[in-house]
């Protein structure tokens, strides 16, 4: 079965500043979907960027980036000028593109994101 | 357009009773599925549907039924709740496999 790892529970960072999020993958699967999300206090859980594994280009959405090195089953999250919005919890996801519970979302356990104005 | 829409927002329940979480979703997605969030668990899986007719269960199925009767609505009940069913429970639907989820607003539950 797949897994998601997030190995670190909080980070801080700086308003401005770039920070980046690690998460691993574990699967056999050569074609696959990952995902981060974001869960400010408010609860609501918002897709932040997501990358197909087929692709070697690095996903964008504004100020996010991920770094997918699919040899190395990682998937960072890169967040550039930082703002005081982007607090929140982040999860990283994972989703197989076959059938059965694995063809849902997989999550991490997510890591704490305080931003310091 | 709205979206997931789940209700209730909060509960709270005695031990021993049932309940229904309401899930409905108005974007004609086939893929919709039930999550528990508890602290340092990340979101887990209760049971999911790949379209009407058609259910299954997830990582944490115990205690927990669903029917998908029409593609709109996908209903989670709590059989007899337990305190161990203290969470925040996410109703999500997807188009296919290549999109990520939309997740509803959560409702959360307290059992005492």
């Known amino acids: 079965a797949q897994t998601v790892t997030q190995s670190q529970p909080e980070m801080s960072v700086q308003e401005a500043e770039t920070v980046t999020l690690s998460c691993t993958y574990d699967t056999s699967e050569s074609d696959y979907y990952l995902f981060w999300y974001k869960q400010p206090p408010s609860r609501q859980m918002i897709l932040v960027i997501r990358q197909e594994a087929y692709k070697q280009q690095n996903a964008t959405e504004n100020r996010f980036s991920v770094n997918f090195q699919k040899a190395a089953k990682s998937f960072s999250l890169k967040i550039s000028d930082s703002q005081l919005g982007d607090a929140a919890?982040?999860?990283?996801?994972?989703?197989?593109p076959y059938g059965g519970s694995q063809g849902n979302l997989i999550f991490g356990k997510g890591t704490k994101l305080s931003v310091k104005p | 357009?709205?979206?997931v829409t789940q209700t209730p927002k909060f509960q709270v329940l005695k031990t021993g009773q049932s309940m229904t979480l309401q899930c409905a979703q108005d974007m004609n997605h086939e893929y919709m599925?039930?999550?528990r969030q508890d602290p340092g668990m990340g979101l887990r899986l209760i049971h999911y549907s790949v379209?009407?007719?058609i259910t299954d269960q997830g990582e944490v199925p115990n205690g927990y039924n669903v029917s998908r009767s029409t593609t709109e609505?996908?209903?989670l009940r709590l059989l007899s709740a337990a305190p161990s069913q203290t969470s925040v429970y996410f109703c999500a639907s997807s188009q296919t496999r290549v999109y990520g989820y939309t997740f509803g607003s959560g409702t959360r539950l307290t059992v005492v």
Do not use: V
């Open chain 2, 33 to 35: 599925s039930w999550y």
């Open chain 2, 1 to 3: 357009n709205a979206g």
């Open chain 1, 89 to 96: 919890m982040y999860f990283c996801a994972y989703r197989s």
């Open chain 2, 73 to 75: 609505d996908f209903p």
């Open chain 2, 51 to 53: 379209g009407a007719g």
